[in-house]
């Protein structure tokens, strides 16, 4: 799979699909994280050890499920080909050496740059034409849809608000958020979709913080900023160290199209 698309839960819903084919393992890269060989996500790290991803993926996913982090995919790889019968590997498109049944390539085409993840040193689209799957996430509005230029998805999908909790551990209603003026912070490479799923939810986003991907949230960033509750990701409640709340939403994935033909394919690719 490809970056740059908002594609971490996209991870975490092929490998709850991959469950059903046997064994199955998550590689990701550790990004951030302190270590320098791939290494078994165990609940007890954190953030520094393995990176935010990592971090999330474990606490996403079933125990059943392992979690490698390694900034060798190709390491992490052949570790997880030790206890695991599928193997679902974060970011791994670019790298060439992988050993691999398919390549599903995440896009955002609202943000389409000419090159695959957005940013410079990455894949020019043209290698698009290798993937076996092309896969378009965002959430946008139905004008934002019909003028998007034509091109041919496979899959479709959005995010959808699964739940909502703090970094208390309090459990909210789903419906909290309606007609909430709230303040949105996160640490993502892009933040659009998070904030439309927010907006969605009937929330009125008074203020944005966004500090980088994979970055913590500092406290010095809501200087100025009182009296409106914070809502963040599920991947930067991992790293939130802070001696006030925030309001976590956790997102799922809402398949749109081609939902047959993913049925279909992880059938033939798990199966091999």
């Not at 520094?48 to 999330?56: K, N």
């Not at 998805?153 to 909290?176: A, E, H, I, Q």
């Not at 500090?211 to 409640?237: N, Q, W, Y």
Request: proline share 4%.
């Amino acid at each position: 799979m490809v970056g740059g698309a908002g594609k971490t839960p996209i991870v975490r819903y092929l490998a709850m699909r991959c469950r059903d084919f046997g064994r199955c393992a998550v590689v990701c890269r550790g990004w951030k994280g302190q270590i320098k060989q791939a290494t078994v996500v165990e609940p007890t790290m954190g953030a520094q050890d393995v990176g935010d991803e990592a971090v999330w993926f474990r606490k996403a996913l079933p125990r059943d499920v392992s979690v490698i982090a390694s900034p060798d995919l190709a390491a992490g790889q052949r570790l997880a080909e030790r206890m695991a019968d599928v193997i679902v590997v974060d970011d791994g498109f670019q790298s060439w050496s992988l050993p691999r049944t398919a390549d599903i390539v995440v896009v955002k085409p609202s943000l389409a740059s000419g090159v695959i993840p957005n940013g410079c040193l990455r894949e020019g689209t043209s290698a698009l034409k290798s993937a076996d799957l092309l896969w378009s996430h965002e959430n946008e509005s139905e004008a934002e849809s019909a003028a998007r230029p034509e091109t041919h998805f496979c899959v479709r999908s959005r995010y959808r608000l699964s739940y909502l909790t703090t970094t208390l551990g309090k459990d909210l209603p789903r419906d909290w958020l309606e007609g909430r003026r709230v303040t949105v912070a996160s640490g993502l490479g892009r933040n659009e979709s998070f904030l439309k799923t927010v907006l969605d939810a009937g929330a009125q986003i008074e203020h944005v913080i966004k500090c980088g991907d994979h970055r913590p949230i500092s406290k010095e960033m809501f200087k100025g900023i009182t009296g409106l509750p914070i809502v963040i990701t599920e991947k930067d409640a991992v790293k939130w160290r802070h001696d006030f709340p925030a309001v976590v939403a956790g997102v799922t994935i809402e398949i749109l199209e081609g939902s047959k033909r993913l049925d279909a394919q992880l059938d033939r690719w798990c199966r091999l």
